[in-house]
């Protein structure tokens, strides 16, 4: 069994970063980003001015393919439309990127003006007042994000906005496994020992989640940590059938393309890209539910280009260009299902059964006990 290390132009390393690091886990969930005042969230008292060739509006995104895919799909058609320079930036999780941040925040800085953010770091980043909180009538197209995309502080003003969503499923490589898992009781099927992939932590894998939805009463059996210790005692089950633990995604896609490692756990669209490059991979909707996940528009109370980073987000936010992304990067449009124009047929392959279907994590749950959690995965499940 291997462990892999992490990657930091990962595509999704920013994302892993934040449920990851437990107490600096508050900077990690950034995605680059840094507070200022004080810790006071809510209007910005920093000096507004427009962006300019050499201070243009900067977001930072994913790197590698992703970051190639929006470039040209989002970053580009928005520079063209509005004539406002913009730049987007793939940002690193290091500690020592993470000192740096801190040290910005301290002095009032904004090293990127608007990030997208997982779940738990937008929380993070709430609980210390980074954030610019939004009107909802500033937006034209805000208003069609799915609700559940979006959060708001206690006065109903929204603090992130849904940029993007994404499936982990369970994958496959063809020419290795007739018989290729589609539920998640495959974990702990030892036809499939040390034959599969899969994400090593507790904050990115959601294996927590999943085994409460399979085998015990969902959400209600994470709320303590009894609870929690009986769904980490079902889990060691799964330790047998682990030929890798990874966090970086592509050393678990070389493994499952040469058939070293035959299937696993894996981002949707991910498989997608590489079964289009030609590689012997099958991405399947899990039976009892894939896994949901998401990241959200977050923009510094330190920013001093609000007004470029409301007109980039209304941007973001419209149909049109939700569907044009959702082509290139197989992630779903996290606008409402009424308003998107995909075919069925494209929608079934990004999003399977869609949102309603799949398991959505407990976050709350990996902030709340983020370092206990951590502790006992690595003591239990990957140790």
């Known amino acids: 069994m291997t462990t892999s290390e992490p990657n930091t132009h990962d595509r999704r390393s920013f994302l892993q970063a934040s449920g990851a690091l437990g107490a600096a886990g508050v900077l990690g969930g950034l995605a680059g980003c840094s507070g200022g005042g004080g810790g006071s969230g809510g209007s910005s008292t920093v000096k507004q001015k427009d962006p300019s060739k050499d201070d243009p509006l900067t977001v930072a995104v994913y790197g590698g393919t992703f970051k190639d895919v929006l470039d040209k799909q989002l970053f580009e058609p928005f520079r063209n439309e509005t004539g406002i320079p913009v730049e987007s930036k793939a940002e690193e999780t290091s500690s020592a990127a993470l000192s740096k941040l801190k040290a910005a925040s301290n002095a009032g800085k904004a090293p990127v003006d608007l990030s997208i953010i997982k779940v738990t770091g937008i929380l993070k980043g709430e609980n210390v007042g980074i954030w610019h909180h939004w009107s909802p009538d500033e937006f034209d ?100 059938q682990a030929g890798m633990w990874y966090k970086d995604e592509a050393q678990f896609e070389q493994k499952l393309k040469t058939g070293d490692v035959p299937a696993g756990m894996l981002y949707n669209d991910v498989t997608l890209v590489m079964e289009d490059k030609g590689a012997p991979v099958n991405s399947h909707f899990v039976d009892e539910g894939s896994i949901i996940d998401h990241g959200e528009w977050c923009t510094l109370n330190t920013s001093p280009h609000l007004d470029a980073a409301k007109t980039f987000i209304d941007y973001a936010s419209k149909p049109e260009v939700q569907d044009r992304i959702a082509k290139n990067l197989y992630d779903p449009p996290v606008v409402k299902k009424k308003y998107s124009d995909l075919s069925d047929d494209t929608y ?36």
């Open 141 to 240: 197209n805000v208003s069609k994000i799915a609700d559940n995309l979006k959060h708001t502080d206690e006065d109903g003003n929204l603090v992130g906005i849904g940029a993007l969503s994404w499936f982990i499923n369970l994958v496959n490589n063809t020419n290795q496994m007739d018989s290729p898992p589609t539920s998640w009781k495959a974990l702990w099927d030892d036809q499939y020992k040390n034959q599969l992939g899969l994400l090593s932590l507790a904050s990115n894998s959601y294996l927590l989640d999943v085994t409460a939805e399979v085998y015990f009463d969902g959400k209600s059996t994470l709320q303590t940590k009894d609870g929690i210790k009986k769904v980490l005692q079902k889990l060691e089950g799964i330790k047998p």
């Open 348 to 383: 079934k392959k990004i999003a399977g059964p869609g949102p309603q279907a799949a398991i959505t994590p407990n976050y709350q749950m990996y902030i709340d006990r983020s370092s206990w959690i951590s502790e006992q995965w690595k003591q239990l499940i990957i140790g």
